[in-house]
């Protein structure tokens, strides 16, 4: 159901511009530039919204808001540029009325209508499409994102993600995945967070015996997703010699665990994803060339936060409701925040805004949020290729094994330039390496 | 009309077109992001009408 707004002013460039925004958002618009037109259109709809100018041709916007019963409408904002007391105290004195002057600034008014829908939760889904569930955005680089989803799901061709950290890759692989129709499962394995010894194993299972700890036949994710989609996250930090075994199973369709004999048949849909350049992986000998053009029939970039306008503030505005609904509140975002984090670059992303906006919630005292970037508030918890984030407190075992896992992605899993920049053996190397696969066997690392 | 009155005037109706202004620019670079080329031209004259009313208003000053 389309939430209805009235937008009377007599400026008649300003009204149709401004119905024209908020037809995008939703809205069913009622034009009047006239105190006469606007009763008809008030006197047979109930308006969610109201945008009042005050200086009519046959009389003041005021004297509409007196006639109206406040009862019967949602939100009235009084639009003027010509501020009097009058009008002024006539808005404070109800909750319902707003008072902005023109001009407005920024995106004072896509605010109001945001925070309208939210109220009356008539607003329009960004884009009416099941398989892009958990993906919003109204932006235009959104939208080809989500036209793309609609366009590749079904088919079995290989998508390659290419995007930063917290912009939803894997959101995007699940929607390709919903969007296939496929009946088998979607599995997720991070290639980077899995230690290079247990990578073939979690990737192509292992059989009973095949290695000290291997006590039971174990079914890897190729096996896990059978007629599914497999999601193989942070692709360029998979070792080279298993990209070449990796290139292997998606050619034949096949998967031989680790210490087995028998191939055994995978249909599998892989969804890949670098926050790399991928090009520049290969160069730099971090990706295969060949497996790259086997997992990229299809590649797909997914734009940074930075690029995609408004989408941070219905983002943001997005995440307060579902702490709203979570905690029972009726938290909004502050009037006059936007422009702050419309500016802000947002590093982290998608993931970096949601935290934002999470610790706003939590901490800010009042029902107006004022959302306060983290990397604003702290610069240097941002990890990256060549830095490590240790937090206080932290065991000196994980700092070492922190240390050693990103040396030897660093080196491209070479054991002896990572001992090398490390000071220490290449024995101490497998060493701490089988000491780790020992522990993700007994469940310390998870896949 | 007085000196006070003309200024309160010009200055209502300059606060009004480059409202009008600012507006019309939004849903031109709403209309480019989404890539309709004939809404956006359509809505570009709104910023030219918008402009050429601020044009006029300064020259009054």
Same mark, same amino acid.
């Given at each position: 159901?389309?939430?209805?707004?009235?937008?009377?002013?007599?400026?008649?460039?300003?009204?149709?511009?401004?119905?024209?925004?908020?037809?995008?958002?939703?809205?069913?618009?009622?034009?009047?530039?006239?105190?006469?037109?606007?009763?008809?259109?008030?006197?047979?709809?109930?308006?969610?919204?109201?945008?009042?100018?005050?200086?009519?041709? %046959?009389?003041?916007?005021?004297?509409?808001?007196?006639?109206? %019963?406040?009862?019967?409408?949602?939100?009235?904002? !009084?639009?003027?540029?010509?501020?009097?007391?009058?009008?002024?105290?006539?808005?404070?004195?109800?909750?319902?009325?707003?008072?902005?002057?023109?001009?407005?600034?920024?995106?004072?008014?896509?605010?109001?209508?945001?925070?309208?829908?939210?109220?009356?939760?008539?607003?329009?889904?960004?884009?009416?499409?099941?398989?892009?569930?958990?993906?919003?955005?109204?932006?235009?680089?959104?939208?080809?994102?989500?036209?793309?989803?609609?366009?590749?799901?079904?088919?079995?061709?290989?998508?390659?993600?290419?995007?930063?950290?917290?912009?939803?890759?894997?959101?995007?692989?699940?929607?390709?995945?919903?969007?296939?129709?496929?009946? @088998?499962?979607?599995?997720?394995?991070?290639?980077?967070?899995?230690?290079?010894?247990?990578?073939?194993?979690?990737?192509?299972?292992?059989?009973?015996?095949?290695?000290?700890?291997?006590?039971?036949?174990?079914?890897?994710?190729?096996?896990?997703?059978?007629?599914?989609?497999?999601?193989?996250?942070?692709?360029?930090?998979?070792?080279?010699?298993?990209?070449?075994?990796?290139?292997?199973?998606?050619?034949?369709?096949?998967?031989?665990?680790?210490?087995?004999?028998?191939?055994?048949?995978?249909?599998?849909?892989?969804?890949?994803?670098?926050?790399?350049?991928?090009?520049?992986?290969?160069?730099?000998?971090?990706?295969?060339?060949?497996?790259?053009?086997?997992?990229?029939?299809?590649?797909?970039?997914?734009?940074?936060?930075?690029?995609?306008?408004?989408?941070?503030?219905?983002?943001?505005?997005?995440? !307060?409701?579902?702490?709203?609904?979570?905690?029972?509140?009726?938290?909004?975002?502050?009037?006059?925040?936007?422009?702050?984090?419309?500016?802000?670059?947002?590093?982290?992303?998608?993931?970096?805004?949601?935290?934002?906006?999470?610790?706003?919630?939590?901490?800010?005292? @009042?029902?107006?949020?004022?959302?306060?970037?983290?990397?604003?508030?702290?610069?240097?918890?941002?990890?990256?290729?060549?830095? !490590?984030?240790?937090?206080?407190?932290?065991?000196?075992?994980?700092?070492?094994?922190?240390?050693?896992?990103?040396?030897?992605?660093?080196?491209?899993?070479?054991?002896?330039?990572?001992?090398?920049?490390?000071?220490?053996?290449?024995?101490?190397?497998?060493?701490?390496?089988?000491?780790?696969?020992?522990?993700?066997?007994? @469940?310390?690392?998870?896949? | 009309?007085?000196?006070?009155?003309?200024?309160?005037?010009?200055?209502?109706?300059?606060?009004?077109?480059?409202?009008?202004?600012?507006?019309?620019?939004?849903?031109?670079?709403?209309?480019?992001?989404?890539?309709?080329?004939?809404?956006?031209?359509?809505?570009?004259?709104?910023?030219?009408?918008?402009?050429?009313?601020?044009?006029?208003?300064?020259?009054?000053?």
């Amino acid at each position: 159901m389309q939430p209805n707004m009235l937008i009377l002013d007599d400026d008649r460039t300003f009204a149709r511009s401004a119905g024209e925004l908020a037809s995008q958002e939703g809205f069913s618009v009622h034009l009047a530039h006239t105190l006469r037109q606007a009763r008809e259109s008030v006197g047979c709809t109930r308006m969610d919204l109201m945008l009042v100018d005050l200086g009519l041709p %046959d009389g003041s916007g005021m004297d509409l808001i007196h006639e109206i %019963d406040l009862t019967r409408h949602g939100q009235i904002a !009084i639009v003027t540029a010509q501020p009097t007391l009058e009008s002024a105290q006539r808005a404070v004195s109800s909750p319902a009325v707003e008072y902005l002057i023109k001009p407005l600034h920024g995106n004072q008014y896509t605010s109001l209508l945001h925070r309208v829908l939210q109220r009356t939760g008539k607003g329009a889904a960004p884009l009416d499409c099941p398989a892009v569930r958990g993906l919003t955005g109204r932006s235009a680089a959104m939208h080809s994102v989500f036209r793309a989803i609609q366009r590749i799901g079904p088919a079995d061709a290989s998508v390659l993600l290419v995007g930063e950290s917290g912009t939803g890759k894997e959101v995007v692989a699940r929607a390709l995945h919903e969007a296939s129709g496929r009946q @088998g499962a979607f599995v997720a394995i991070n290639c980077g967070a899995v230690p290079a010894e247990l990578l073939a194993s979690q990737l192509f299972g292992h059989e009973r015996g095949s290695f000290t700890g291997a006590h039971a036949r174990h079914q890897g994710v190729f096996e896990q997703a059978a007629n599914g989609t497999l999601f193989l996250d942070e692709i360029t930090e998979m070792p080279l010699a298993l990209q070449v075994y990796l290139l292997r199973v998606l050619e034949t369709g096949t998967v031989t665990r680790v210490g087995g004999v028998e191939a055994t048949a995978t249909p599998v849909r892989i969804v890949a994803a670098t926050n790399r350049d991928p090009l520049a992986a290969i160069a730099s000998g971090r990706l295969r060339e060949d497996l790259y053009y086997r997992l990229a029939d299809i590649p797909l970039n997914l734009p940074p936060l930075r690029e995609r306008g408004d989408d941070v503030l219905l983002l943001a505005e997005l995440f !307060i409701e579902r702490l709203n609904e979570r905690y029972g509140g009726s938290k909004y975002l502050l009037p006059g925040s936007e422009a702050s984090l419309l500016q802000h670059p947002w590093p982290g992303n998608v993931r970096e805004l949601r935290s934002a906006v999470q610790r706003a919630y939590l901490l800010d005292s @009042g029902d107006a949020l004022q959302v306060r970037p983290n990397s604003v508030m702290a610069p240097a918890l941002h990890e990256s290729e060549q830095a !490590i984030l240790f937090k206080v407190g932290m065991s000196l075992s994980e700092v070492e094994r922190k240390v050693l896992l990103k040396t030897l992605a660093h080196c491209n899993h070479d054991k002896t330039a990572a001992a090398r920049m490390l000071g220490i053996s290449v024995r101490t190397v497998h060493n701490q390496l089988a000491r780790y696969a020992q522990g993700s066997s007994d @469940g310390d690392v998870a896949a | 009309m007085n000196g006070g009155d003309a200024d309160a005037h010009r200055n209502h109706a300059l606060r009004n077109a480059i409202n009008a202004a600012l507006m019309s620019a939004q849903v031109v670079r709403r209309h480019l992001e989404l890539g309709n080329c004939p809404q956006a031209l359509d809505f570009l004259d709104g910023v030219d009408e918008s402009c050429e009313r601020c044009r006029v208003l300064i020259e009054q000053l």
